[in-house]
Nanobody
Framework: QVQLVESGGGLVQPGGSLRLSCAASGSIFSINNMNWYRQAPGKQRELVATITNGGSTNYAASVKGRFTISRDNAKNTVALQMNSLKPEDSAVYYC??????????????WGQGTQVTVSS
């Protein structure tokens, strides 16, 4: 069984930084794109950042230049470095990945979410 487990959320002041991490474990053959989403109260879940297994990245306009996504393919981990945080970045952040459990079988997996609160 495959699991995604996030860590690193918390409370930070505006302008501060946080680093989120996510580790995939279980019967993993390979992982395609790894993503970070977020969902604020009363809002739809939105895609924050994506990284392919080749290392190409893409960001939402609202975080570009402030957030950096990275991954370690050998360890099946993905991280999100968040700098210059703003109150509007407050949300539950979710790790997401398309994971192959064999050469033909894949599924979209989600982590349990980690709360990020930006407030003075």
């Amino acid at each position: 069984q495959v699991q995604l487990v996030e860590s690193g959320g918390g409370l930070v002041q505006p302008g501060g930084s946080l680093r989120l991490s996510c580790a995939a474990s279980g019967s993993i053959f390979s992982i395609n794109n790894m993503n970070w989403y977020r969902q604020a109260p009363g809002k739809q879940r939105e895609l924050v950042a994506t990284i392919t297994n080749g290392g190409s990245t893409n960001y939402a306009a609202s975080v570009k230049g402030r957030f950096t996504i990275s991954r370690d393919n050998a360890k099946n981990t993905v991280a999100l470095q968040m700098n210059s945080l703003k109150p509007e970045d407050s949300a539950v952040y979710y790790c997401n990945a398309y994971i192959y459990t064999d050469a033909w079988t894949y599924k979209n997996y989600w982590g349990q979410g980690t709360q990020v609160t930006v407030s003075s």
